[in-house]
């Protein structure tokens, strides 16, 4: 029992010693600055302590997209008559793009229905007919292999089509245009 006071007092004492000789957070972070050197001049470095509040930083590189043209930018904010006509042709063009685009997509996949269609009816014809796969064997094989090929041909043509759709309507929607499709889609 004696050992075990003697044991929790020593404890006692240094976290006491430890405590006291313990620095904040803080006042560690403050030594720390007024340690670090100056920047030098090739070298800049921005942080909150230096970031410049009243100017704009300078970006090296392309403008961005939208602020292609700062004239225009300041044109569209004179006039949001012009800049609402610039939306709606924009858009105009947009949806003509991407209404050709389904046009394109809706005739391949009528080709390749039509084609689906007419291999299954030149299958049944010849698998009906007993003398017929007898006699033409070798040539059912090779129109076979001609069909299925014409008709992977058109299917990756349709899902080549289709992606291209795709990334159309998502450049639409990364510039600003919103499409109504699944209302037109539900009528």
């Not at 909150?48 to 300041?74: I, K, Q």
């Not at 094989?141 to 159309?168: H, T």
Request: net charge neutral.
């Amino acid at each position: 029992m004696k050992h075990m006071k003697r044991v929790a007092i020593a404890t006692l004492l240094l976290l006491g010693v430890s405590g006291a000789a313990a620095q904040s957070l803080g006042d560690y972070a403050r030594a720390v600055r007024k340690n670090k050197p100056e920047p030098s001049s090739t070298n800049r470095h921005f942080d909150n302590d230096n970031l410049p509040a009243g100017n704009a930083l300078s970006v090296v590189g392309p403008p961005p997209a939208g602020d292609a043209n700062p004239g225009d930018a300041a044109k569209a904010a004179v006039d949001p008559a012009a800049a609402a006509a610039e939306r709606q042709k924009t858009a105009d063009e947009w949806k003509e793009k991407i209404d050709k685009q389904k046009e394109k997509i809706d005739s391949l996949n009528h080709e390749l229905d039509l084609d689906q269609r007419e291999y299954r009816l030149r299958a049944a014809a010849m698998y009906s007919d007993a003398g017929t796969r007898l006699r033409n064997a070798a040539q059912w094989d090779k129109d076979d292999a001609q069909y299925k090929s014409d008709i992977d041909g058109k299917q990756k043509a349709l899902d080549a089509a289709r992606q291209q759709l795709d990334e159309m309507q998502e450049q639409a929607r990364k510039a600003g245009i919103v499409e109504k499709e699944k209302d037109n889609d539900k009528k």
